[in-house]
């Protein structure tokens, strides 16, 4: 974490205040730049690109942030907290079969829709960062668990490895990486994707 200078004595509390709040506008319009640079797929903008994009001097990029490291983890962290309503799915586990998969293939597909340049940018960076490859694996095993209590009554049936393999193929046909599949490469408008995932969710689901 980067140093910050002591307040003049001379200043007022105002001044402090007004120094602060300038500080922090630009912090975030430095994040929010990194953001829009994974969004056009810049997946490891370094801190010139975004000093170009925000319209402020590299070494004022470098007065926020130690290093590249340092800024990428905090815009992937911004984006992943602003949007933490969107992990979450509206009454889990309640509803007939046909509502909670309509309610999960929705919610999973606004998701991808807010964090999937982040995670783009956040699977590469966690090749050689352990502190986003921990982050990963961890919002991994919570999507996977989400599976599990959505749909407790068809995957808890008794069956056992069955049981398991059926929430181990929900967990991959809804995984980033498979949604970016759908929607990047193979070009599936979201209406499209969510037709063929509600199709396939069910058909797994089934007893």
């Not at 309503?85 to 046909?98: H, M, N, S, T, V």
């Not at 995957?155 to 809804?174: K, M």
Request: aromatic share 6%; net charge negative.
């Amino acid at each position: 974490m980067a140093v910050q200078p002591l307040p003049d004595p001379g200043e007022s509390p105002a001044q402090v205040d007004g120094r602060s709040a300038i500080r922090d506008r630009n912090r975030n319009a430095v994040l929010d730049a990194v953001l829009d640079l994974f969004s056009e797929d810049n997946l490891s903008p370094g801190p010139e690109e975004v000093a170009l994009r925000v319209g402020l001097s590299v070494r004022s990029v470098y007065r926020y942030f130690d290093d590249h490291d340092s800024l990428t983890r905090a815009a992937i962290a911004r984006n992943i907290e602003r949007v933490t309503p969107l992990f979450l799915i509206p009454a889990i586990g309640e509803g007939d079969r046909a509502d909670r998969v309509g309610r999960f293939v929705d919610a999973r597909l606004r998701l991808q829709a807010e964090v999937g340049a982040t995670v783009r940018a956040a699977r590469i960076r966690a090749t050689f960062d352990p502190l986003v490859a921990e982050d990963v694996d961890a919002a991994r095993e919570f999507l996977r668990g989400q599976v599990g209590r959505h749909f407790a009554p068809e995957l808890s049936t008794g069956g056992g490895v069955r049981d398991e393999a059926r929430l181990a193929a929900i967990d991959a046909l809804f995984s980033f990486d498979s949604l970016d599949h759908y929607l990047v490469n193979r070009k599936l408008t979201t209406g499209e994707a969510r037709l063929f995932l509600v199709d396939a969710l069910d058909a797994l689901l089934a007893p």
